[in-house]
């Protein structure tokens, strides 16, 4: 059974920094992982998607990469903004059924100003 | 383009009722996920539909099924509500040509009194 790990569980940082949020994954059979922002209350917004194949992907300050050999993913984020508060998911799609994700806990990061 | 739409948005009920949640696709999108998520499990999947057949399952009892329409468009029903039901029920669509990206609509929060 696949299970997803996330660390840290909170993050808090100041305006400015660059970060990394970690994900790792027990069953390195996958399809896909994809990365995944969550504001209070809310629903997910898809961040990142990375293929079994690649090894990393990026849109704007956002940078994901993947070693699925060793179960392991990193989310960079460059120059963080307040407005980059909110909770990170990862989630992983195993072959065979690709729409089934598997999340990990999350990763709540907060920029200070 | 639309994004994933879910109806209702809240929704409170008491135990031993049953609710039906509503999820409309991105216009295309075949593929419809559902997904619960408590602050003590965290997400996990329900269940998937494919061009109105449930393609896989999640590790939930009976009591939680679902169906799509020919449009694509999905429902969940729970019957004989409990209070661990309540949650935020996430429904998610994807397009097969974008490498099963998945994209989350804002989730309805149920609450069982």
């Known amino acids: 059974k696949q299970e997803v790990t996330q660390i840290p569980a909170a993050l808090s940082v100041p305006e400015g920094e660059n970060l990394v949020l970690n994900c790792s994954f027990t069953?390195?059979?996958?399809?896909?992982l994809q990365w995944f922002r969550q504001d209070p209350g809310k629903g997910l917004t898809s961040l990142l998607l990375?293929?079994?194949?690649?090894r990393e992907q990026t849109s704007g300050r956002l940078n994901a990469s993947l070693d699925k050999s060793s179960g392991r993913s990193t989310l960079y984020i460059a120059a963080s903004q307040p407005g980059d508060s909110a909770t990170y998911l990862c989630?992983?799609?195993?072959?065979?059924?690709?729409?089934?994700?598997?999340f990990g806990s999350g990763t709540q990061l907060t920029v200070l100003p | 383009k639309a994004g994933v739409t879910q109806t209702p948005r809240y929704l409170i009920k008491t135990r031993g009722q049953q609710v039906t949640l509503s999820c409309s696709p991105i216009?295309?999108?075949?593929?419809v996920s559902w997904y619960q998520q408590t602050p003590g499990q965290g997400l996990q999947f329900l269940f998937e539909?494919?061009?109105?057949?449930?393609?896989n399952k999640g590790n939930f009892p009976g009591r939680f099924s679902g169906r799509q329409f020919s449009n694509s468009r999905s429902e969940m029903n729970v019957s004989t509500l409990e209070l661990g039901d309540s949650a935020l029920y996430l429904c998610?669509?994807?397009?097969?040509?974008?490498?099963?990206?998945?994209?989350f609509g804002p989730g309805t929060r149920l609450t069982v009194t």
């Open positions: 069953d390195s059979a996958i399809y896909n």
């Open positions: 989630a992983v799609a195993p072959s065979g059924s690709a729409r089934q994700l598997t």
């Open positions: 539909y494919f061009s109105e057949t449930q393609r």
């Open positions: 216009s295309g999108h075949r593929s």
């Open positions: 998610a669509s994807s397009l097969e040509s974008q490498g099963l990206e998945q994209y």
């Open positions: 990375i293929q079994s194949s690649q």
